[in-house]
């Protein structure tokens, strides 16, 4: 009896040590070459209507960049 | 931090492909390779046909990177996902697993050949030295290195595309939405006309004599 109280006991819990079956997908490590930054460049020259920021400095980018993006609404270009 | 983002509002598409044109001509895409392309939903349907411009949206959690056997994937500081040409096997994986269909592949050779990886970049090139001649061929221009947002989005007529960090166009959209009000005011019907719609009563015209009305 006290036998087949262990196998029922070791059947039971069996499932409990069942594997997840979904695939992970995780996320890779790159493995190509390294990229340079936006902000590690100079600015253009002015007649060719870019950006303009202290090279190296990302804040200053950013801010540049922030002012190109809000020029996409007409409301605040047009009818200011 | 900025995240680098589009935004396509249906309601100002008027499906002209200019961003699709815009994209070939900056970054100087191959025949068979569409960057960008226009969506057109209920298409002649009047009152009812959308169209949105789709490319890469440059995933937070991209699947591209997550099913790429090489990991030529890489996501640049300002949310920028690209990847290493040099890597890129050509396989195919990220095209099944991306839901926007951006990973495009040149089949310029013979028996189907498939070639290296090609997508938008949010106009920032890739793993070369920016603005050089290598970068270009491979990955087009690098107007972010520029100070400049992608040439789709400053190149829509109707501004309908936008893009820049997350929060900011979302800002702008918001704004619109709220401004432009809803039914025929969306497409500026009060602002071309100067009265809201059906505060005058249609004006018909007499129906020629003989006519069945």
């Known amino acids: 009896m006290r036998a087949l109280l262990l ?56 801010d540049s960049i922030k002012q190109r993006q809000l020029s996409q609404n007409e409301y605040k270009r047009i009818y200011r | 931090m900025a995240r680098m983002k589009f935004l396509c509002d249906a309601e100002r598409c008027i499906e002209c492909n200019g961003c699709v044109t815009a994209c070939k001509n900056e970054n100087e895409v191959p025949w068979g390779v569409n960057r960008r392309r226009v969506v057109t939903l209920n298409d002649g349907v009047v009152g009812a046909e959308k169209s949105i411009s789709v490319a890469c949206m440059h995933c937070s959690d991209a699947p591209c990177m997550a099913v790429c056997p090489v990991d030529c994937f890489y996501r640049t500081d300002d949310g920028v996902v690209l990847h290493d040409k040099d890597l890129c096997i050509g396989c195919g994986y990220c095209f099944y697993a991306c839901p926007f269909g951006a990973p495009q592949f040149p089949q310029a050779g013979a028996f189907g050949l498939r070639g290296k990886m090609d997508k938008c970049t949010f106009c920032a090139g890739g793993p070369e030295p920016d603005r050089s001649e290598a970068e270009f061929q491979k990955y087009g221009r690098n107007r972010l290195s520029e100070g400049k947002l992608p040439a789709c989005a400053e190149m829509c007529s109707t501004k309908a595309l936008l893009g820049g960090d997350g929060d900011v166009i979302a800002d702008i959209y918001r704004e619109r939405v709220l401004r432009r009000g809803r039914g025929a005011d969306l497409w500026g019907w009060s602002s071309a006309y100067g009265v809201k719609p059906g505060a005058q009563p249609p004006v018909r015209q007499p129906a020629p004599a003989g006519a069945k009305s």
């Open chain 1, 7 to 62: 196998v029922a006991a070791v059947l039971a819990l069996g499932a409990c040590g069942e594997k997840e079956q979904v695939v992970v997908y995780k996320q890779g490590k790159y493995q190509g070459k390294p990229d340079n930054r936006s902000w590690d460049n100079a600015p253009l020259a002015a007649e060719f209507r870019g950006g303009q920021w202290k090279q190296g400095d990302r804040d200053s980018w950013e």
